[in-house]
């Protein structure tokens, strides 16, 4: 119900509620009621004067102007001698005065009246100030009402913001464990290709040892007037079997096998250096232990043997101590 019904319903003319609703902002029933009761209906009267021309006149029953909600004057009509009141044929509501039936015609387009012999009681000072309690008592427990689903609504966003947080909290934290579990996984790739590049300079490394290695036995194998290995290693196990066919020929004493070497390392204007080394040891290391002494970089070191004389340039510094015939020798060490 609009506070003008309301207003209406407790006895107040059309023109003291339009009054009332200019003067207050914001519209409620209360504010409404307290401007109503702090100005009598003289004021009332004052304020909703129409003024035509020189004079002024009056309309309404209680002599004051009848307006509608935009605050234009109405027609208020007559009620006729036989007639107590009016009545809405669309709701059945009664109404004092045609004024009142207008603006009830107004508010919701009813269009059908009629009059009734049945008059509508004065409210008397007491009905009014109990109507006006009962009013605010209502219009109490409507703002109750209403602050209640404020709260209510208030709690719910509070709800929504929170679920909202929780969601947005959880959403970083599954992006900072996928940005993790991807560095790690990254590390672990990067371990792997490092580990694989490390074996393949190791493979790099050893084929070129084995390159050398092949190398040192076929300039062995020309020097000892074969073609291959193979065919030196042909040829020294014929030797045994003609040997053997030979009664008178005595056997050749076992070959000893050294695990190292007993080198004298002599170097130009310095002492001999005597060091003993696994014969596995390539010429390459033994040129870097001694290298304090020498002072020869080991890429550019030279073993000359004095007789047979042989030169290991830096081509043979793959070669081992066995390979290279260096078993407790004599040998010097120059520079490239």
């Given amino acids: 119900m609009s506070v003008r019904s309301e207003l209406a319903d407790m006895g107040f003319s059309v023109s003291r509620i339009e009054a009332a609703i200019r003067h207050i902002d914001p519209v409620t029933l209360e504010s409404a009621i307290d401007w109503l009761e ?7 009267v004052e304020a909703t004067k129409f003024i035509d021309g020189d004079q002024g006149r009056q309309d309404g029953d209680d002599g004051t102007i009848v307006v509608d909600e935009n605050g234009e004057p109405i027609e208020t009509g007559e009620v006729s001698a036989d007639a107590g009141s009016l009545v809405c ?39 009014k100030r109990a109507k006006l309690d009962e ?62 590049a490390k074996q393949r300079i190791k493979d790099l490394i050893e084929a070129d040892r084995q390159s050398r290695r092949e190398k040192a036995e076929r300039e062995k194998a020309l020097r000892a007037g074969v073609s291959s290995p193979q065919l030196s290693s042909s040829s020294s196990q014929s030797v045994p079997s003609q040997a053997s066919r030979d009664p008178s020929t005595s ?86």
């Fill in 89 to 127: 044929d669309d709701c059945g509501k009664r109404f004092k005065t045609a004024a009142l039936a207008e603006f009830h015609a107004t508010k919701t387009q009813h269009a059908n009246f009629s009059e009734s012999v049945e008059k509508i009681p004065e409210l008397s000072a007491e009905q």
């Fill in 251 to 336: 056997q050749p004493p076992q070959k000893r096998e050294y695990t190292e070497s007993r080198l004298q390392i002599r170097i130009d204007g310095k002492s001999p250096t005597i060091k003993t080394f696994p014969v596995e040891t390539t010429l390459f290391e033994v040129a870097h232990a001694v290298q304090a002494v020498s002072g020869i970089s080991p890429s550019h070191a030279v073993f000359v043997t004095t007789f047979p004389t042989k030169r290991y340039s830096s081509e043979d510094l793959g070669l081992s101590l066995k390979e290279s015939g260096l078993i407790n020798t004599a040998v010097m060490l120059k520079q490239a």
């Fill in 135 to 196: 009013l605010r008592v209502k219009a109490a427990e409507r703002k109750a009402i209403a602050a209640k689903a404020d709260q209510l609504e208030q709690r719910n966003n509070e709800i929504l913001r929170r679920k909202a947080d929780k969601e947005s909290s959880a959403l970083i934290e599954k992006q900072k464990k996928l940005q993790l579990d991807k560095e790690a996984a990254d590390r672990r790739r990067q371990v792997k290709e490092d580990a694989a």
């Fill in 38 to 44: 702090q100005h009598p209906i003289d004021s009332a």
